[in-house]
């Protein structure tokens, strides 16, 4: 079974690549979303009284920043593998190139890939920009020492031994686990937020563009 689901997505990356990660992406984000939101239900502090809601709206939310985030990352994986190729002359494998990719993907990728996902999520949440710049302001640096503290270890792994088409679904699959760390960080902000006098939201059409922008690049 895992032989025909790896053919199908092979196939799949070499005949639409940017679908394929978007698709691929964007689910696995959704299934982080899902696991939070589980356990929060289930084992998390209730503030009323009744059976938990589960927040449709919430998962696909991180289904659409995943399914536009991908194509990104995708490219800039080939960038990466352009850039600090591991295998010099010899074919040893080179650790200074490995050494610059974690480097260069924990500097440069990290910090955007955390900006990305709280912008877009308080615009797909029809936040205001004061709140907006709140999130940013409560969440943005705690996030990016915790992705620190774990991402190097998981990237070092994904960059010297999974093939070029399967980084994003490899870092996907890991990703599970910081998408739940995300998504309970961002709902507990969500739920001070919701306690505030809310004024008119931002427009909605800004992530819009971003969407296109993550799906499209490449093509």
């Not at 356990?39 to 919430?58: F, L, M």
């Not at 924990?106 to 615009?123: D, E, K, R, W, Y």
């Not at 070029?164 to 969500?190: A, H, M």
Request: net charge positive; glycine share 6%.
């Amino acid at each position: 079974m895992a032989s025909i689901a790896a053919r199908a997505y092979s196939q799949s990356f070499q005949s639409r690549p940017n679908t394929t990660l978007a698709f691929t992406g964007g689910s696995f984000n959704a299934l982080g979303d899902f696991v939070a939101q589980t356990y929060q239900n289930t084992y998390g502090k209730q503030e009323h009284t009744g059976s938990p809601r589960y927040d449709v709206d919430r998962t696909l939310r991180f289904f659409c920043f995943g399914f536009a985030i991908s194509p990104l990352i995708g490219r800039w994986n080939v960038f990466l593998e352009r850039q600090f190729p591991l295998h010099a002359v010899s074919g040893k494998v080179s650790l200074k190139a490995l050494s610059k990719r974690v480097a260069a993907d924990q500097i440069v990728m990290a910090p955007i890939g955390l900006s990305l996902f709280l912008g877009s999520m308080g615009v797909m949440e029809r936040r205001t920009i004061p709140q907006i710049k709140e999130k940013f302001a409560d969440l943005y640096a705690p996030a990016l020492v915790t992705n620190w503290q774990v991402w190097p270890i998981a990237q070092l792994v994904n960059f010297r031994f999974m093939p070029l088409p399967y980084r994003v679904p490899f870092q996907s699959t890991c990703g599970i686990f910081w998408t739940l760390y995300l998504s309970i960080l961002n709902s507990k902000e969500d739920k001070k937020q919701d306690r505030e006098i809310q004024p008119d939201p931002v427009s909605p059409t800004s992530f819009v563009a971003l969407a296109l922008f993550g799906f499209c690049l490449g093509n």
